[in-house]
Structure formats: C-alpha cells, structure tokens
C-alpha cells in the first residue's frame, strides 16, 4: 500500500522569505506522478505543481518548485518569495496508477503553513 | 467552463435523516470520486466511480452509498445520517494525466 508521510505539522515564514514543506512516499512503483495541493480557508483544492517520477529534472511553476529524489523518495516543496496569499494547509498526493481505486489520491497529513508580513 | 460543482454547499441534519450529495462535471472525465476531509487531515476516499454506470468501494465506503447514471453527475447518499459524518465533502474527476479537478465542497454537520 502507498503511505505520504508529511513531517511538519505548521511552517511559518517571512513574506518575501523561502520556506520549504517536506514530504516523503513509499511506493513499489516505478512510473508515477506526484502532487502538491494547496488548500486555503476557501476550503477548494488547488493543484500547485506536479512531478512525474521518470523525468530527472525538477519540477517548477513560477515561485514554487520541487525537489525530487526519487531513491529517497523524497518531494519537498520550496516557495520563493513567499507572499500572504501562500498561507494555506498543503497536502502531498501521491495518485494509484494501476489496479484497485485507479487514481486515487493517497494524501499526506498535511502542513499548515503561515505567512508572517 | 465550470469544471466540477457540488451542491449544496452547507447542510445540517439531524441523526438518522438522509440527503443526497450531487457532483457535475463538465470535462468528460470517466472517473469521478468522492472523499471525506475530517478537522486536520487529509483526504480519505468513500467511493468512486471508472465510468457511467459503475462504482465502487474506497477507503471508508460504510453509511454511504453513490450512483453515476450519467457520464457528467456522480450522486453521494447518506440514508441513514450519524453525527461521525460530520465532515466536509469533496467530489473529483481525473484527467488522463492523473490531475483531479476538485469541487469546492459540501460541510456537512449531523446532530
């Protein structure tokens, strides 16, 4: 079975500070994608970057970006520039690409992160 | 475009009423979920749907039940509400890049 594992329970940071969220997955597959949402107050899920296990090259989407070891298995995100509007709990998903419950988000516990002006 | 909704947004029922959770998706997905979300956690999945017409069991599947008589709509019921229901509700569908596209949530409270 797939676990998420995320460490940190709450995070803060300086506005215009990095700060960088962990997350670690046990997998026995060797094709996957990888996730991190975004969930503010609003309450809506909100896809932030993506990861597909078989490109070396980390992903990046504007201020966010990822550091991915895949013989760790290991996906931390880093924000750069963080900014009020980060605030919010982020989730690490990890989707079953095969099988049983096929594309079912396995998700990690989650790390409330605030943002200090 | 309005991608996935949900209605309703806020519901409170008393113990042992039932209501219908509806899910619509305008993206032509074939598979569509639903979770649960308790106060601090992550996600869990109840059922989920492969296509119109089939369903099954997730991880925490028991007190509900789920129908997709259309492609686009996957419905949630709860025929018997408990107070451990009480949570928010999400519905999702997914690309064939495993991005879900979720909706914005249904908080149910049971008393």
């Known amino acids: 079975a797939q676990t998420v594992t995320q460490s940190q329970p709450e995070m803060s940071v300086q506005e215009a500070e990095t700060v960088t969220l962990s997350c670690t997955y046990d997998?026995?597959?060797?094709?996957?994608?990888l996730f991190w949402y975004k969930q503010p107050p609003s309450r809506q899920m909100i896809l932030v970057i993506r990861?597909?296990?078989?490109?070396?090259q980390n992903a990046t989407e504007n201020r966010f970006s990822v550091n991915f070891q895949k013989a760790a298995k290991s996906f931390s995100l880093k924000i750069s520039d963080s900014q009020l509007g980060d605030a919010a709990m982020y989730f690490c998903?990890?989707?079953?690409?095969?099988?049983?419950?096929?594309?079912?988000?396995?998700f990690g516990q989650g790390t409330i992160l605030t943002v200090h002006p | 475009n309005a991608g996935v909704t949900q209605t309703p947004k806020f519901r409170v029922l008393k113990t042992g009423q039932s209501m219908t959770l509806l899910c619509a998706q305008d993206?032509?997905?074939?598979?569509m979920y639903w979770y649960r979300q308790d106060p601090g956690m992550g996600l869990r999945l109840i059922h989920y749907?492969?296509?119109?017409?089939?369903?099954a069991k997730g991880e925490v599947p028991d007190g509900y039940n789920v129908s997709r008589l259309k492609k686009q709509n996957f419905l949630l019921g709860l025929e018997s509400a408990a107070p451990s229901q009480t949570s928010v509700y999400f519905c999702?569908?997914?690309?064939?890049?495993?991005?879900?596209?979720f909706g914005p949530g249904t908080r149910l409270t049971v008393t």
């Open positions: 998903a990890f989707p079953n690409a095969g099988g049983t419950s096929y594309g079912k988000l396995t």
């Open positions: 997998t026995s597959e060797s094709d996957y994608y």
């Open positions: 990861q597909e296990a078989y490109k070396q």
């Open positions: 993206m032509n997905h074939e598979y």
């Open positions: 749907s492969v296509g119109e017409g089939t369903t």
């Open positions: 999702a569908s997914l690309d064939l890049s495993y991005e879900q596209y």
